[in-house]
């Protein structure tokens, strides 16, 4: 099949070796994928990956291999869905997402000891799997993984309707976390560096700020600021918005060790939490009830044996989302 | 009145005003004061503070101002007094010592624009007053601050008696967390570097572990993990020895930016809680029925007009608490 596979350097394979079924997982027909900031750092060296790329898809299921002793699997061939990234064997004991996402016998799709979806096929357990209802386009559906990291933060942390809440970065992931954050009653601002970015957001009603403004509102103004800049600088900017006691979610991860104000995370008795891969059944349903818009993120797309290209484009600054149209 | 006082440097002024009595306030007999980190990290420069140093103490009520329209006070001359160390204004809304520790409005006895306790006479707010019971001796009161902050940890997040929690650091405030920690249920480590800092805990049927062993126990093996050292090697040990998901406390200040692997808390999902100030009639109960042995922490004592010697002898590595007899 063809690949996009990473060695020392990422090349598109035309014949790389079809993924083996095993049981309780499913092949699945990849039909659309879509380019992460996390695709652009493996390629640089994180976590040594070796592998077909990528992680955000949409595909048809194509044939499935029941688990021996397993309940009678509740996808089918023929279905389109997409699928939790985090794998798990067989017999762990991780039953949820929830349990999966922080399992350590656990492969990653596409990023940790498991072939992506830059792909032709694919495997993945089918426990991974979740439908996607027809009201829901190839398009949308695959911003269904970020979107599921979005929705993390409100599964993990109460924002409440009092809550003045901050997002600080206009980047892909900021976008979906505003936009996330905006189906509660908080009293929410998203806060970047562009302003073609921010428009997004400004057409759906959310209050944005350009960053260089931020100095000039009331300080520790926020009782939740969520992180999505992945710099020193845009931590540092997240905890002097915030209160004291106030919540810092941290949504990316950074290059490198930053530096970081241990102390007045102490002396301010700041919450820092970590948050990362999500629930994908409420992005589905975020997504069927238009909740979200998603498709203003997508700024360019290329099929499959173009995509060294594709990723090229996709990290070139002021880029939102770029798709590989796999069957187009 | 004699006072130790930091300017440019530390010195011992036997001629220094004594303090002015406010509305709301008290005029107290400092007793006994402890010498704390933050005292040592003041004098090299830490807040840029300037004015009588000292933070805990205890001394007997020498005179109280009440307030022209407050309640009666309900602490009297004559009495034995510890006091919370951030005083507000008496127009502040902030009513409890929860609010207290972080109304932007406070002041900081002895570390940020309020005088301290090395010195004769002190004076604090009456709210930020509480009598100490007989059966807590002058040199146990002394701890109540220090005592206080580590009842902060159990405050803040909830101990359940299936944790596996683990203290770092064997310095005086990391042997305090340890013993505040035992008096709940959980299941209890101490990790240190110094045996006979170790015995103390040991000594009170505390589970204690050199640091260079904790490489040996199981990988990401606790649910909460409280760092006392105040170093980056500290912080990122802690960070290891925490399993995915899990709480880490952060106590102690950090000289200078240290670099914090911020990713891998992004990545393992893990809430860092930032805690400073805690409640003090927890720590006097504490005190009282016996429930924490303070007073084996003390490593020696001198008189105030030999201040500047007390504090250069905390200063050296191993050495726990160095108190100031003021009347002896």
Request: net charge neutral.
């Amino acid at each position: 099949m063809r690949a996009l596979v990473l060695s020392d350097q990422l090349t598109f394979n035309p014949n790389y070796p079809a993924p083996t079924p095993a049981p309780g997982e499913a092949i699945i027909r990849v039909t659309r994928a879509g380019i992460c900031n996390t695709d652009l750092e493996l390629i640089k060296g994180y976590m040594g990956f070796r592998g077909v790329l990528g992680h955000e898809f949409v595909g048809v299921v194509e044939s499935i291999t029941p688990a021996p002793a397993g309940p009678l699997p509740i996808i089918r061939p023929g279905e389109r869905v997409v699928g939790e990234i985090n794998a798990v064997p067989l017999a762990s004991p991780s039953r949820d997402w929830h349990q999966r996402a922080q399992d350590p016998a656990r492969t990653t799709l596409g990023i940790d000891r498991r072939d992506g979806v830059f792909a032709d096929y694919t495997r993945l357990p089918l426990v991974n799997l979740h439908r996607v209802p027809d009201a829901v386009s190839d398009d949308e559906a695959v911003f269904v993984e970020p979107l599921a990291a979005a929705c993390q933060i409100v599964q993990q942390v109460h924002l409440k309707p009092t809550d003045r809440v901050a997002v600080l970065g206009d980047g892909k992931l900021g976008l979906l976390c505003a936009q996330v954050l905006a189906t509660t009653a908080c009293d929410l601002t998203a806060i970047g560096k562009h302003a073609a970015k921010l428009d997004i957001l400004k057409q759906r009603g959310i209050r944005t700020m350009q960053v260089s403004e931020a100095g000039s509102i009331e300080a520790r103004r926020f009782d939740v600021v969520v992180e999505c800049t992945g710099s020193p600088a845009g931590f540092d900017l997240a905890r002097q918005l915030l209160r004291p006691r106030g919540t810092l979610v941290l949504k990316s991860t950074y290059e490198g060790l930053p530096q970081a104000n241990l102390t007045m995370i102490v002396v301010d008795e700041i919450t820092v939490v970590g948050s990362r891969c999500g629930p994908f059944e409420p992005a589905l349903r975020l997504l069927a009830h238009k909740r979200v818009d998603v498709t203003s993120l997508i700024h360019a797309r290329y099929p499959l044996h173009e995509g060294v290209r594709a990723l090229e484009h996709a990290g070139r600054p002021g880029v939102l989302k770029v798709l590989l149209d796999i069957v187009s």
